[in-house]
């Protein structure tokens, strides 16, 4: 297994730059999930990874080699794709074994690797069939058995999850997990549901417009945004930003209110509270106010939408029995433990 | 953490890679080599050939004689060039929205579900597969006076039905019911229009007014827009060369006197009865102008009126 | 209640109106076959037959026998100039297709544009250059001329399949790519395969169009030996205009074949059409 490294990889659609040189290595044996909002460039680098598209300037290099300009066969990668891309006139068996004859592997070598593969996969009993009389979930297994079977140094998914339904997604992501353990193998992983990131990463790589805004630990992702747009994104429901100023006296909102932490000369501010952070106030301790504008009951928790008086919008979560109704004025505290701090440029100022 | 400001910042311009890595652009260019061979030898010189024997006195045999823009005044002064430039101007304007009319009609009475819309389609299809020289000549079987059975029709329902093929008044009018009878294709192309309507805004029409017509001219006419715009240019660049029908029913000659004398016909004359490639070959860029000219018209004016949904493929 | 019978009535009212539109498409079907089985006389009586009686079953046979109107070999003609038309236009527009519709490359666009405006141009307007050199590369009077342009691909036959080519997802031809399968491979193997019922479409619409075809065989043929059915069914009409039985009879052999080959395989006909009218 192999690491991956790109070093100022950028990519132009004519004038238009897509991605905006991205420096990024992915260890061997590491899970490493590209998430960002749709049109970030995402699965372009992956397709650029995998030597689908032209990398313009910088370069890739898969197990220490530089395969920066040769054919996606010869990178020693493998792909599951979004639609599964089976060739729907093969049968499994075929689907399997196509990349093997194509490398020119002896007939009872190619045979004896699809078998095994299917074993390993439990779909041996599907070898027979085509791609159109199978369900989404055995499509999946047998397009991640394609992988398998080449024996990659980085294997690359490219939402490959989001053509299932809820459940079989769950079953699938798991599956996927456990082949990671199974294989030790080096994984790249493209979605866009950032829970599907959270869940499998090893690290996470957020990507917008072209760029990384962050790489990190599911959990740094979390906790510790890189800047505004990775708080934004990460989370749901997401972060909520509120304007403040370093007084003297720590973080000041607009309102005048102290609410302590760090302290600075007036230089303004973003707050950054996640939903849990913010906490319905008993009676003298109301921080900020806003009034209920819809509430959505989860079962075990609810989250509450308000309006403040500025107009800025919060998002609440509560327990599920929270007596809150539309309409009603809330008063809120505000727990600065997890709290994170932005610049006016919008990167994170450093914690503690 | 690693970010992008190492590489944006100063430093030489990066070399550009070599594209090596794709082999589909060269597959692209081999692929397309064929056709773009065939496309540059069968239609771009010849293109450029037309315009050049217009300018010339040339007989096939022999070498052309430049001969400037005479041949363009020889046909400025030939009244069958006019006779028959009219003839098809007329036949297009009115066969071409008739036909789009007739079309359009056949295609709503289609878009229902029945036991029988197969047998129906497959009726509206079958006059597109009949060869043109054999429907014009069973139409002119069918419009025969006293023996045909079109005027033993509108005889017994009262009409006094005219000559057809010999009152030059109506021989053009003849013409033009023969180009109305294959318009199956254009009833599919609707029909494929319509059918592609999402349920959803066809029901939402049906809920917002309860009138017909209310959703045929807000809802449905809007959507296939793309179609009509499809079957206009397609009609009237056929119909502009209209050949076959007005051959067998007409003649060379365009009987009765020169009511049926298309365009298509004149030009062929030119070139394969009398060899004059030179007035041939300027009929045909007369031709080329007047098609190029009115097509870039209708495109233009599409944008105003050609609806074009911005999801769909 | 109520409703129930207004919607029955006006089933009935909707049927009674496709049947007499379709009564109307199927006239002259009606009396081309009437005619081409009754004698001159008889195509002429008033009051009209609608039915020929007796059926002159002879009319066939003596067509077959007349040597002003070669049927049979104008039809042989007709089969072998439409069958090679077609099975070249499969072969040379797929080529061109998978390039304007499954790859991406370079001046891809403007020679689509170029292909479109060909479809889009009087075939006259570049008719007479090519007609002049054929006739000096004395061919002409040979199905040369006829069938050589297919070698390379038409227009309108590649703006059909294209359509077709870009149904197939990208992703199957990367995924092939990743298997190392070379690109004329991924054509042949991967995305060929895909398109069959295309192929079989386009093979067909060549096959009527080419069989109906007239202008180019009546211009370039010369021997009435040579001639497709379409033109020598023209020559024998104009030159013996008081015939109608034998013109209908070769009218009904010309149309017959297209007609039968439509009613076998009308559901690709039509799906061929839909492609064609989107976009």
Known sequence: MGAVRLSGVRKLYGAVEVIKGVDLTVEAGELVVFVGPSGCGKSTLLRMIAGLEDVDYGRVEIAGRDVTEAPPARRGVAMVFQNYALYPHMTAFDNLAYGLRRAG?????????????????????????????????QRQRVAIGRAIIRKPEVFLFDEPLSNLDAALRVEMRSQI?????????????????????????????????????????????????????????IGSPAMNLLPATLGPAGVTLPSGIVLGGRRGAGEPVTLGLRPDRLLLAEENETQLTGLATLVEHLGDESILHLVAGDGQKLTVKLRGDAPVRIGETVGLRLDLGGACLFGADGRALPQG | MPDEATLTGAGPPPRRNRRAGRGEARAGVLFALPWM????????????????????????????????????????????????????????????PLKL????????????????????????????????????????????????????????LGFSPPDWLLDPSVALWTLILLSLWPLGVETLVFLGGL?????????????????????????TLPLITPMILFNLVIGIIYSFQVFTQAIVIGGTTGTPAESTLMYMVVLYRAAFRYFNMGLAAAMATVLF?????????????????????GESR | MKTQRRGWMGMLGYHALMLAISAIFLLPFYWMAISAFKTNAEIFSNPVTWFPDPIRWDNVTALLARDDFPVVRQFFNSVFYAGTVAVLVVLSCSLAAYAFGCLRWRGRDLVFGLTVCALLMPTIVTFLPIYIAWSRLGLTGTYWPLITPFLFGDAFFIFMLRQFFMGVPRELMDAARLDGASEFRIWWQIVLPQVRTALVIVGLFALVYTWNEFFLPLVYLREREDLPLSVGLFTFQSQRAAEWAASMMGALLTALPMVLLFLFTQRLFQRGLSTTGLK
């Open chain 2, 289 to 309: 102008a007047a098609v190029l000219v009115l097509t870039l018209l209708i495109f233009r004016t599409a944008r105003g009126w050609v609806h074009y949904e």
């Open chain 1, 105 to 137: 592997v002896p007939r009872d070598e190619v045979t004896r690797s699809v078998r095994e593969t299917a074993a390993m996969l439990q779909i041996t009993e599907l070898l027979a069939r085509k791609p159109g009389a199978m369900s989404g979930g």
């Open chain 2, 195 to 219: 059918q592609n309507i999402p349920r959803d805004v066809s029901e939402a029409a049906d809920l917002d007014s309860p009138r017909a017509w209310h959703k045929l001219v807000f809802v």
């Open chain 2, 37 to 96: 061979l065939g496309m540059t030898v069968f239609v771009l010189i010849p293109l450029v050939l037309t315009f050049y024997i217009a300018q010339a006195r040339f007989q096939i045999t022999g070498p052309p004689k430049w001969v400037g823009m005479q041949n363009y005044e020889v046909l400025w002064a030939d009244p069958a060039f006019w006779r028959s430039a009219q003839n098809t101007l007329l036949y297009a304007a009115i066969s071409v």
């Open chain 2, 101 to 156: 009319v007739l079309a359009l009609g056949l295609a709503l009475l289609l878009n229902r579900a029945t036991a029988l819309s197969g047998f129906y389609r497959t009726v509206f299809y079958l006059p597109f597969l009949m060869p043109a020289v054999a429907g014009s000549v069973v139409f002119m079987l069918l419009l025969t006076p006293n023996a045909g059975p079109v005027n033993v029709i509108l005889e017994a």
């Open chain 1, 177 to 233: 997990a456990r082949l990671h353990h199974d294989l030790q193998a080096t994984m790249i992983f493209v979605t866009h549901d950032q829970v599907e990131a959270m869940t499998l990463a090893d690290r996470i790589v957020v990507l917008n417009a072209g760029r990384v805004e962050q790489i990190g630990t599911p959990r740094e992702v979390y906790h510790a945004p890189a800047n505004l747009f990775v708080a934004g994104f």
